[in-house]
């Protein structure tokens, strides 16, 4: 009996031994450098090709990425300003969260560095302010399949509830910020862009039960909405242009409509009592200085780059799948931040009510 | 008894001088227990007592109308809070019942077949949680092999929305906690002499009955034990139904998540905690009484 047992006995031994193994992390080297936390994958190699490697090659300061979502970033980012025990200098962060009152909380104000860069004609009107630096823009939107030549496509949130003409299953985000869903809802039920803010919670919740059984996918993550796609979970989704364009360059047969689409950024901030700080704020300068970095990140990963003169080194191709000037003055809403910022956590627990 | 011997010693030292006697050659004297037991519990103390309270403490740091009326005034956290419950104990059944077998095989069955199956529970162990969820995303989608091989067999001509539902939290959690209902259950029956069930069937049971009657009731402290374990694990489940679960299976940790990390709003998030803390020691207290109340049934002889 004792030999018969003993082998499973030895392997539970073993687990607990395996599980008993600390994992400790990795002693901090000398030198100059400085921890940024990204939000990892392609974007994050896109960054490191066209924004730090140049930059440790100019002026020899290591650039050490950390992963983790935005929502951990901030979290962490909380937690080591309110224990005053800071390891990262920059993090990224959505453009809405950086123009909250609890982001100004953990963040150095740049608005004396920013001065340095108002003469720059080129450089987007919002791109230096006071929680943050202007990384890159782009565009939550209405992405379809495109079917074979002739059939209409979708172009507007009113099309996205039109289960008639545009039959199949839907896709809409449900990562914990529910604004870009009520108010693609709101814009269905024919409310106009300029009257969007303040969202009527009540109709757009009314307008959602509407389509609420056609919607096959509530993603949560970028690579569901992918790979949804890719599985043929839905035809029509509000998804990331980042990720449509991904999937376009894969080949899927996918287009999207910047008559439905948000703008949507990200901005590079600087941790309260950075560690390294003076090298952080180089870096982030470097990156509104160096035309080449942002045209050559946003060249790969699509976006538009916060200088005029960035996008005029872009290719052909990446620039065509840019919204114009048209669409951005007519179609492209632009949310309030301020609004969504004041009313986080009662929109989550109405969507949190809504959504289960 | 064995203390007559030290009895003289006693009476000459009595009080302090017993905490360094041992009452037994076979048991250390009670200082000399506490003092090995003393890093353990200053770790403890350290690294989980003092930031649970921390935790409570900020849970009441806005005021209690701020956090726990927050908490009562919307009928959503009750709701949740019961679906988490619920969501725990079926996967707890699930596991229970699946995991008995595999027990029952890894402690009966040959060297050569016990061997396989003891390394069928452990390797998924030493597997990381993500990568056993991301195993249930590949097997579950629509395209995934289920899908294909239920289309192939021609039991459906369309696949069947598997992914991203209730029925997926529950079937990947009951796989990912397996291993910790099938390991306390194998450990006691482990220790269950053959002798037992022969006496039984020697007496004339058949081997159901000699089952049911005598290794069945012998094995319940295991099955409580996996049970509990595997119930609170199952109520502080995080990542499994955040990758297989829909909208629809919301579940506790999913909405302290959201409060730490999405809204940095601690003190509620902390709030949430404590009441599923709360929740997750009376259920330990009423297994344990359950348990003892068991204990005296099964060692009725």
Same mark, same amino acid.
């Given at each position: 009996?004792?030999?018969?047992?003993?082998?499973?006995?030895?392997?539970?031994?073993?687990?607990?031994?395996?599980?008993?193994?600390?994992?400790?992390?990795?002693?901090?080297?000398?030198?100059?450098?400085?921890?940024?936390?990204?939000?990892?994958?392609?974007?994050?190699?896109?960054?490191?090709? !066209?924004?730090?490697?140049?930059?440790?090659?100019?002026?020899?300061?290591?650039?050490?990425?950390?992963?983790?979502?935005?929502?951990?970033?901030?979290?962490?980012?909380?937690?080591?300003?309110?224990?005053?025990?800071?390891?990262?200098?920059?993090?990224?962060?959505?453009?809405?969260?950086?123009?909250?009152?609890?982001?100004?909380?953990?963040?150095?104000?740049?608005?004396?560095?920013?001065?340095?860069?108002?003469?720059?004609?080129?450089?987007?009107?919002?791109?230096?302010?006071?929680?943050?630096?202007?990384?890159?823009?782009?565009?939550?939107?209405?992405?379809?399949?495109?079917?074979?030549?002739?059939?209409?496509?979708?172009?507007?949130?009113?099309?996205?509830?039109?289960?008639?003409?545009?039959?199949?299953?839907?896709?809409?985000?449900?990562?914990?910020?529910?604004?870009?869903?009520?108010?693609?809802?709101?814009? !269905?039920?024919?409310?106009?862009?300029?009257?969007?803010?303040?969202?009527?919670?009540?109709?757009?919740?009314?307008?959602?039960?509407?389509?609420?059984?056609?919607?096959?996918?509530?993603?949560?993550?970028?690579?569901?909405?992918?790979?949804?796609?890719?599985?043929?979970?839905?035809?029509?989704?509000?998804?990331?242009?980042?990720?449509?364009?991904?999937?376009?360059?894969?080949?899927?047969?996918?287009?999207?409509?910047?008559?439905?689409?948000?703008?949507?950024?990200?901005?590079?901030?600087?941790?309260?009592?950075? %560690?390294?700080?003076?090298?952080?704020?180089?870096?982030?300068?470097?990156?509104?200085?160096?035309? !080449?970095?942002?045209?050559?990140?946003?060249?790969?990963?699509?976006?538009? %780059?916060?200088?005029?003169?960035?996008?005029?080194?872009?290719?052909?191709?990446?620039?065509?799948?840019?919204?114009?000037?048209?669409?951005?003055?007519?179609?492209?809403?632009?949310?309030?931040?301020?609004?969504?910022?004041?009313?986080?956590?009662?929109?989550?627990?109405?969507?949190?009510?809504?959504?289960? | 008894?064995?203390?007559?011997?030290?009895?003289?010693?006693?009476?000459?030292?009595?009080?302090?001088?017993?905490?360094?006697?041992?009452?037994?050659?076979?048991?250390?004297?009670?200082?000399?227990?506490?003092?090995?037991?003393?890093?353990?519990?200053?770790?403890?103390?350290?690294?989980?007592?003092?930031?649970?309270?921390?935790?409570?403490?900020?849970?009441?740091?806005?005021?209690?109308?701020?956090? #726990?009326?927050?908490?009562?005034?919307?009928?959503?956290?009750?709701?949740?809070?019961?679906?988490?419950?619920?969501?725990?104990?079926?996967?707890?059944?699930?596991?229970?019942?699946?995991?008995?077998?595999?027990?029952?095989?890894?402690?009966?069955?040959?060297?050569?077949?016990?061997?396989?199956?003891?390394?069928?529970?452990?390797?998924?162990?030493?597997?990381?949680?993500?990568?056993?969820?991301?195993?249930?995303?590949?097997?579950?989608?629509?395209?995934?092999?289920?899908?294909?091989?239920?289309?192939?067999?021609?039991?459906?001509?369309?696949?069947?929305?598997?992914?991203?539902?209730?029925?997926?939290?529950?079937?990947?959690?009951?796989?990912?906690?397996?291993?910790?209902?099938?390991?306390?259950?194998?450990?006691?029956?482990?220790?269950?002499?053959?002798? #037992?069930?022969?006496?039984?069937?020697?007496?004339?049971?058949?081997?159901?009955?000699?089952?049911?009657?005598?290794?069945?009731?012998?094995?319940?402290?295991?099955?409580?034990?996996?049970?509990?374990?595997?119930?609170?694990?199952?109520?502080?489940?995080?990542?499994?139904?955040?990758?297989?679960?829909?909208?629809?299976?919301?579940?506790?940790?999913?909405?302290?998540?959201?409060?730490?990390?999405?809204?940095?709003?601690?003190?509620?998030?902390?709030?949430?905690?404590?009441?599923?803390?709360?929740?997750?020691?009376?259920?330990?207290?009423?297994?344990?009484?359950?348990?003892?109340?068991?204990?005296?049934?099964?060692?009725?002889?």
């Amino acid at each position: 009996m004792l030999k018969r047992t003993s082998i499973a006995t030895r392997l539970f031994i073993g687990t607990i031994t395996f599980l008993g193994l600390f994992n400790f992390g990795q002693t901090s080297l000398a030198g100059e450098r400085i921890v940024i936390a990204s939000t990892g994958g392609a974007y994050d190699r896109a960054l490191k090709e !066209a924004w730090f490697d140049p930059f440790t090659k100019e002026t020899g300061i290591e650039v050490v990425t950390v992963v983790a979502t935005n929502a951990e970033m901030r979290a962490k980012a909380t937690a080591m300003v309110k224990t005053g025990n800071v390891t990262w200098d920059l993090y990224l962060d959505g453009e809405i969260q950086a123009a909250s009152e609890a982001h100004s909380k953990i963040t150095e104000d740049l608005t004396d560095f920013c001065k340095q860069f108002s003469g720059r004609k080129d450089l987007a009107a919002n791109a230096c302010e006071r929680g943050g630096v202007l990384l890159q823009s782009t565009a939550t939107l209405l992405a379809y399949r495109t079917n074979d030549a002739g059939t209409p496509h979708p172009e507007s949130w009113a099309d996205m509830w039109d289960t008639k003409r545009f039959p199949g299953g839907r896709a809409f985000p449900n990562f914990d910020d529910p604004w870009r869903v009520l108010a693609a809802a709101l814009l !269905a039920d024919g409310v106009a862009k300029d009257a969007l803010f303040p969202l009527d919670i009540d109709r757009a919740f009314r307008k959602l039960d509407e389509i609420r059984s056609d919607v096959t996918l509530w993603w949560k993550t970028g690579d569901q909405s992918v790979q949804g796609f890719r599985n043929g979970d839905y035809s029509l989704g509000q998804i990331w242009l980042t990720r449509a364009q991904a999937m376009q360059n894969e080949g899927l047969p996918i287009g999207w409509s910047y008559k439905a689409s948000f703008l949507v950024g990200d901005r590079i901030a600087l941790v309260k009592g950075a %560690p390294h700080h003076d090298n952080a704020l180089k870096l982030i300068a470097f990156w509104l200085n160096s035309l !080449a970095a942002q045209a050559e990140a946003c060249e790969v990963l699509s976006c538009t %780059p916060p200088s005029t003169d960035a996008i005029a080194m872009m290719s052909e191709k990446a620039r065509r799948s840019m919204p114009n000037a048209d669409d951005i003055r007519d179609y492209i809403v632009v949310p309030d931040a301020q609004w969504i910022n004041a009313n986080a956590a009662s929109l989550l627990q109405r969507w949190n009510n809504w959504v289960r | 008894m064995r203390t007559s011997s030290s009895l003289t010693s006693m009476k000459a030292l009595p009080g302090f001088a017993s905490l360094f006697k041992p009452r037994s050659a076979r048991v250390f004297s009670p200082a000399a227990s506490w003092l090995l037991v003393m890093p353990l519990l200053a770790v403890f103390a350290i690294g989980f007592l003092y930031p649970l309270a921390k935790l409570v403490d900020l849970s009441f740091s806005e005021g209690i109308t701020a956090t #726990y009326g927050r908490l009562l005034d919307d009928p959503l956290y009750a709701d949740v809070l019961l679906t988490t419950a619920a969501v725990a104990l079926s996967v707890t059944m699930a596991a229970i019942l699946l995991g008995y077998p595999v027990a029952y095989a890894m402690a009966r069955a040959r060297k050569r077949t016990a061997f396989i199956v003891a390394a069928c529970v452990f390797v998924p162990l030493w597997t990381s949680v993500l990568i056993r969820s991301y195993a249930w995303i590949v097997l579950l989608q629509r395209n995934g092999i289920v899908n294909t091989l239920l289309i192939a067999t021609g039991l459906t001509d369309q696949p069947i929305k598997m992914l991203y539902t209730q029925g997926a939290v529950t079937l990947a959690m009951t796989h990912v906690l397996l291993p910790f209902v099938i390991l306390p259950i194998f450990s006691v029956l482990r220790t269950l002499p053959d002798d #037992y069930i022969r006496a039984a069937r020697n007496l004339g049971a058949g081997p159901a009955r000699a089952f049911f009657l005598v290794t069945l009731p012998l094995s319940l402290p295991g099955v409580f034990a996996g049970a509990t374990i595997c119930f609170v694990l199952a109520l502080g489940f995080y990542i499994t139904p955040a990758l297989v679960g829909g909208p629809g299976s919301m579940l506790m940790p999913t909405l302290i998540g959201q409060q730490t990390t999405v809204l940095v709003d601690w003190p509620f998030a902390a709030a949430l905690s404590t009441v599923l803390l709360i929740m997750t020691l009376l259920v330990v207290i009423l297994f344990r009484k359950t348990l003892s109340v068991q204990k005296g049934f099964g060692s009725v002889h």
